[in-house]
């Protein structure tokens, strides 16, 4: 029975079986020493995980060019022809510039990554199989998904800082730092700019969170990665494509891309409201209900990834 | 099975549920298209014989019925240019809301006879007395006398001027509502709101009318001809212009019918087959194109289009179908409901009508909606207030209606184009029935002198309103607020340090110096005429935006005089509800062309001069409308996000409450299926059994179906003691995995119980944390390295990095320096090793591997035997699945045979070999070898197999055999058990077709 061949590395792992110390004593609940539920899988070590990932560095990469090549195809631009949109006053000021590339941004490239972060982030672990031994370790299964989605948020609301700040720094180092001119013409300065810049992110994100939702459920129904997030960009166009249906009418209201475009209610004085009211609502409202469906699903799933 | 179907059932069930729900809150909360219909029925009514007439007309009319009688009357007026058809929802609302409502087409429209005269008092009046003459003969009506029925009249436009005159004509009307209407048509369609002369009043400081609204209704006015033009046509040509007539309709009903939009109402064209109106859309020789209109008004009308100035006929006709002349008469409290956008009838002539009605004491409210003409039908508020006004005074029922003064007024456009509105509300309308005067301030203007032009022909001209289409124009606002270069002059005020309203009609003095121009020199026709031109008020925001009010223009016309020299005149301004916020500045611009109005086509030149301070006229109401936040929804926005906040804090600290196993306990108490000589014939001491008689794994009665009826496993039990390296052996598809992952808490088993240290598993159980597993290959991510991916594994444990032995499992894994490579370059056995590692991080109690030694090398499979035997010999234990034989036997002290779902059986590996006894011996005689062994007591059956011979010893020890054969001078060449573990499995699985085993051999 002993082992004709020799091989250095197999010697060395019955070397250390030697030295190996006897069970640690368990604690008073029965679990090693140390083992505590509630503390597994930090959100610090899933951002590092998450970091690592050659796609979460392009998504960010993507917020930074942008803007640059925006500012390069604005600078075709011969020059102030009048117009009264948010793009034709996209030289005006930093901030013109980056309400202008939120204003491109908004309705498809943040979806985009909004479901990459929320629709990838279990399915891709279920897609590696290292989704078992997370839940074998034991984190438990509500207290996983709790940790993804708040790792997802927080990237999915530095890709937005990211791609608003980008735009900012870009526009102030082309265009100064000017007052913002809106479309409908009024103009504010210096902070107050810079603080209703902060209101339109915050509602955007609000306003992204549906789409979050949604793909975080695809996420935990689907093996697959581009299921998931594909499924929830695909949702979200088909929810803008019916709100662009009159016939529809009033039915439109409840679609959670009808008040996309809310945030342009900041940039008002005094600020309107009530769309980023409404839209926040409704948006909240399907993430709940997205989320929830979620957490419910996966914690009765069985998981054979 | 039935509870798997009872789970795929209640699924299905709560999914059923679901969509019914999700339906049922559709058909509750889908909005209402129909309602339910009222009850009508069609009458030709006899009208009234005017002077001109050969008979009474016939009046083709509708009686809608509420559903209890008898009920007080509302005579229903359709507005100009529509019919009884275009006042149908107004008169089934009413309806409903407990009146008989008789909706009638006017002479002239619809289907009724006779010519129209612009509501008449000598025709259209009388008519409608005959009318409440009907109502008081029926017995659905409620008759105050007799002959005197409970009757109350509204109507929008055309109509609303016809329930005016009918209340001032008749003391059996009870209550009247007139919505969008006029005072004195004359002073609508030939508006000149210029005073000449320095009167004192309102020239400088803040003195004015003491209505909001009362504008001068001076004498030879500017023709308003586009609006007229429009009206007229409709009617002359019927349906030949199309939109242009249905322009008008607006005021179809109470403002045109449920379509909102302007008048518009009149979609389908109520005069649509209409055979009245459509006779007249083919001229013929013999017809004056004057289509259904009354030959002396269209006369009338053509001469004014001509010249553009009003003759007494006309004066005269006009005089006659206006309001102005009986609304003193009226008695019936009367609700005045006037648009704000209305360039036809605007906010002056409810002012004149409400100053005419309160001056006998009748009582009188005033209601500014946003709409009109130009802007649409009344919002579901002021309906609601229309029809609480008919129901107390008519009915007796319902709260006493407020007499309160209502407008609306916008704010500044915002992002998404519209105007932040909101209604205003003063107690009462200021001025009137003692109320105290409205306030008037004066705004200073500035302003140099500036010349303006009146072109040649008239044109261009200023666009500032487009009748009936303002609303609509959305991009075109900034078109009609601007004006033409060179044809206007503008004063501003200094920016405003307080938001202010302009309420009702800002009252400013000019001065107007004739230049000499080509004309005047020429000595044209232009002094003739007097120079005409056009005031507005609006306000400019810091940006430079200016918002005129309500696109509506004051036309002036000076005295023929005024074509040289100086004149100075007190101009009333537009009557309008405009906001002038803190910062803005208030403008009044002159402008010299209007292309709604027929201005003069002599070119002429104008120095415009000493404007310098403006009355304006404030009614100081408070904020009525709701706030433009959503109080409810924002609530309920914070609510939700806090409950989602909480939500997501609180499951990071949900977790599996650890539940001691029931029969954790009497499990480990009870001796396995060889468990009883297990420990003490191994030989090697086993302390944690010693210290904790806690098994590390007992599985009972597990089994796992799938919806669809898989069977992946039907019923596994068995025990793993501390210690042992337990093989799980079964062939492909024999459910070993499937038992792993529910031993994992990652499949939840149909039935039966699963305890690890005695506390039962579910998904996620804390005790979990004491098992190292490695199941169904590997699982990393892919984009980090060996090393990255185990500390990341640990990290994510919590526990502390000292505890990992995390050098220890690396050299286990073997991979040298590989580990600092990305995972995604490792080969199939360096990703099974590196599992393995993973598995082991931490050192658990229990190891659970899944084939471990699939993809690795000889040596390499070698070397794992030896280290999961050491890793159990420290006391802790590993349990190893395998579908091959000679894995089991070689790294296994105990297996469990595990087949379709069930384990056949269980115990000591050599014991499973040895207690079935059967030896097989090569000996040189086989005949004399059987003998010898038939001689044993106690050995069985014997087969001879050329020279080999399968014996079962049975109790017999093989030595005792040899020993035996030996000394009967018998060579045995070789001895061996016949059935290693290979053939015991065999025999197993060939076993289990026949029927359940519960796994015990022995």
Redesign the interface.
């Known amino acids: ?1 002993s ?1 004709v ?20 004593p ?1 604690t008073d ?14 959100v610090r ?2 951002l ?2 998450q970091f ?3 796609r979460t560095q392009l998504v960010l990469g993507f917020m930074v060019a942008l803007p640059i090549i925006l500012a390069i195809a604005f600078a075709f631009d011969t020059g102030d022809d009048g117009g009264t949109s948010f793009v034709d006053m996209a030289q005006h000021s930093a901030t013109n510039f980056a309400l202008t590339t939120q204003f491109f941004s908004a309705t498809f490239l943040l979806v985009v990554v909004v479901s990459l972060f929320f629709g990838d982030t279990v399915a891709s ?1 279920a897609s ?16 996983l ?3 993804k ?2 790792v997802a948020g927080l990237m999915s609301l530095l890709a937005l800082v990211v791609l608003t700040a980008a735009a900012w720094i870009l526009g102030a180092v082309l265009y100064g730092t000017g007052s913002v001119s ?6 504010f300065t210096g902070w107050g700019a810079i603080g209703r810049l902060g209101i339109i992110v915050l509602y955007l994100a609000v306003s992204l969170i549906w789409v979050a939702g949604l793909a975080f459920l695809l996420s935990v129904s689907t093996d697959a990665p581009l299921g998931a997030v594909g499924g929830a960009v695909l949702l979200a166009i088909l929810s803008q494509i019916l709100d662009q249906i009159d016939a529809l ?2 039915i439109r209201d409840w679609l959670p891309t009808h008040y996309s475009f809310a945030w ?2 900041a ?3 005094p600020i ?4 980023m ?2 839209g ?2 409704s948006s ?2 399907y ?2 209900l997205f ?1 929830g469906l979620a ?1 419910w699903r996966f ?2 799933k ?3 990834s | 099975m039935r509870a798997l179907l009872g789970s795929r059932l209640r699924r299905w069930t709560a999914l059923v549920v679901a969509v019914l729900i999700v339906a049922a809150a559709a058909v509750i909360f889908w909005p209402r298209s129909t309602e339910t219909p009222v009850a009508t029925r069609d009458l030709t009514l006899p009208g009234a014989k005017a002077p001109w007439d050969a008979a009474p007309v016939q009046l083709d009319s509708t009686l809608y019925l509420p559903t209890a009688t008898p009920a007080p009357a509302v005579i229903l007026a359709h507005g100009f240019g529509g019919s009884k058809a275009s006042v149908v929802d107004d008169a089934q609302r009413l309806a409903r809301a407990g009146f008989v409502v008789l909706a009638y087409s006017a002479r002239g429209f619809g289907n009724s006879t006779g010519t129209i005269s612009l509501d008449s008092l000598d025709a259209e009046i009388p008519d409608a007395r005959a009318l409440v003459d009907y109502l008081a003969t029926l017995p659905e009506v409620r008759q105050d006398k007799p002959g005197d029925p409970r009757v109350g009249v509204t109507g929008g436009s055309y109509g609303g001027a016809l329930s005016l005159m009918l209340a001032g004509t008749d003391p059996r009307i009870d209550a009247v509502v007139p919505v969008i209407t006029w005072n004195s048509l004359q002073a609508a369609l030939f508006p000149n709101s210029a005073e000449v002369g320095a009167t004192g009043q309102g020239s400088d400081g803040a003195a004015g009318p003491k209505t909001p609204a009362e504008v001068t209704a001076g004498a030879d006015g500017v023709f308003k001809k586009y609006w007229t033009a429009s009206l007229v046509s409709s009617v002359v040509l019927g349906g030949a212009l199309g939109n242009t007539a249905q322009v008008d309709v607006g005021p179809g009903g109470i403002g045109g019918g449920s379509q909102g939009g302007s008048g518009a109402a009149t979609t389908g064209d109520p005069n649509g087959g209409d055979s009245g109106t459509g006779a007249a859309t083919v001229p013929s020789d013999r017809d004056p194109g004057c289509g259904r209109l009354r030959l002396e008004v269209c006369a009338a009308y053509a001469r004014a289009a001509d010249t553009g100035r009003i003759d007494d006929a006309l004066t005269k006709l006009l005089t006659r179908s206006s309001p102005s002349e009986v609304a003193g008469a009226i008695t019936a409290p009367t609700l005045l409901v006037q648009g704000e956008q209305d360039t036809l009838f605007p906010l002056d002539q409810a002012d004149a009508n409400a100053r005419a009605i309160a001056a006998n004491g009748t009582t009188v409210a005033v209601d500014w909606y946003r709409g009109g003409h130009d802007g649409g039908a009344p919002d579901p508020e002021t309906e609601d207030r229309i029809t609480g006004w008919l129901q107390h005074y008519l009915a007796g029922t319902g709260p006493v209606p407020s007499a309160a003064f209502r407008y609306s007024v916008d704010g500044g456009v915002t992002d998404n184009g519209r105007p932040r509105t909101r209604v205003l509300q003063a107690d009462a309308y200021p001025g009137i029935a003692g109320a105290p005067a409205v306030r008037r301030t004066a705004v200073q203007l500035q302003g140099a002198d500036q010349l303006v032009l009146n072109p040649a022909g008239g044109t261009p001209a200023a666009i500032s309103s487009l009748p009936g289409l303002s609303q609509a124009s959305g991009g075109l606002s900034s078109l009609l607020t601007s004006a033409l270069p060179g044809q206007s002059a503008t004063f501003s005020s200094a920016p405003f340090d307080r938001l202010a309203v302009v309420t009702g009609s800002a009252r400013v003095r000019v001065t107007v110096s004739a230049l000499p121009s080509v004309t005047t020199t020429a000595g044209s026709a232009q002094a003739a005429t007097g120079p005409v031109l056009f005031a507005a008020i609006g306000s400019r925001n810091s940006a430079g935006t200016v918002t005129m009010g309500r696109s509506a223009v004051a036309p002036i016309r000076l005295p023929a005089s005024a074509a040289e020299g100086d004149t100075t005149v007190t101009v009333d301004l537009p009557a309008v509800a405009l906001q002038v916020a803190a910062g803005d500045q208030l403008i009044v611009r002159f402008t010299t062309t209007d292309q709604a109005y027929a201005g003069p086509t002599s070119a002429a030149a104008y120095r415009i001069s000493g404007v310098t301070s403006v009355s304006v006229p404030e009614a100081n109401g408070v904020r009525v409308s709701a706030g433009e936040v959503p109080i409810g929804t924002l609530i309920a926005l914070i609510a939700l996000a806090v409950l989602a906040t909480v939500g997501l804090w609180i499951a990071g600290r949900l977790r599996h409450r650890p539940r001691p196993a029931p029969q954790a306990a009497a499990a480990s108490g009870e001796a396995g299926p060889d468990g009883g000589p297990d420990a003490a014939a191994d030989g090697t001491p086993d302390p944690a059994e010693l210290d904790a008689p806690v098994l590390p794994l007992t599985i009972r009665n597990l089994s796992k179906s799938y919806p669809g009826g898989v069977h992946a496993v039907q019923d596994v039990s068995f025990e793993v003691r501390p210690g042992q390296v337990l093989g799980l052996l079964g062939p492909n598809g024999a459910g070993k995995t499937t038992t792993l992952r529910m031993v994992m808490g990652l499949i939840r088993p149909s039935s039966g119980e699963i305890a690890v240290f005695g506390t039962n598993v579910g998904p996620g159980a804390e005790i979990l944390s004491r098992i190292g597993s490695f199941v169904e290959g590997s699982g990393f991510l892919p984009h980090l390295s060996g090393t990255a991916n185990l500390l990341n594994y640990w990290r994510a444990t919590g526990r502390p990095m000292a505890d990992a032995h995390l050098d220890d499992v690396l050299a286990i894994a073997g991979l040298g320096t590989a580990v600092r490579r990305r995972v995604k370059t490792y080969s199939q056995g360096m990703r099974q090793r590196l599992a393995i590692a993973q598995a082991m991080l931490g050192l658990p109690d229990l190891l659970l591997l899944d084939e471990p030694t699939n993809g690795l090398d000889p040596p390499q499979i070698h070397a794992m035997r030896e280290v999961l035997r050491r890793y159990a010999g420290t006391g802790r234990t590993v349990l190893v699945s395998s579908h091959l034989l000679s894995e089991v036997e070689q790294t296994c002290s105990h297996v469990v045979v595990i087949n379709q779902g069930r384990t056949i059986a269980a115990g000591r590996v050599s014991e499973l070999i040895a207690t079935s006894g059967e030896m097989s011996f090569t000996v040189d005689d086989p005949p004399a070898a059987a003998a010898v062994l038939t001689a044993i007591d106690g050995v069985g059956e014997i087969e001879v197999l050329g020279d080999t011979l399968q014996v079962d010893l049975g109790r017999t020890s093989p030595a005792a055999a040899i020993a035996a054969l030996v000394a009967a001078n018998i060579a045995v060449s070789s001895a061996a058990p016949r059935n290693r573990l290979e053939d015991v499995f065999l025999d197993l699985v060939g076993a289990t077709g026949t029927g359940p085993q519960q796994g015990d051999p022995a």
């Open positions: 029975m082992p061949h020799h091989d250095q590395s197999a010697d060395a792992a019955v070397q250390v079986m030697r030295s190996l110390p006897p069970p640690k368990v609940s029965g679990l090693p020493p140390g083992f505590n539920a509630s503390r597994t899988l930090p070590v899933e590092g995980r690592g990932r050659r672990e590696w199989s290292s989704l078992r031994y997370l839940l074998a370790m034991p984190v438990p299964r509500i207290r998904l709790r940790q989605f708040v809106t479309p409908t013409g009024e103009s009418g009033g342009t209610g940039m008002v004085d309107r409201w009530d769309d009211v409404r926040g609502f909240l409202c993430a709940v989320t957490f914690s009765r069985d998981i054979t």
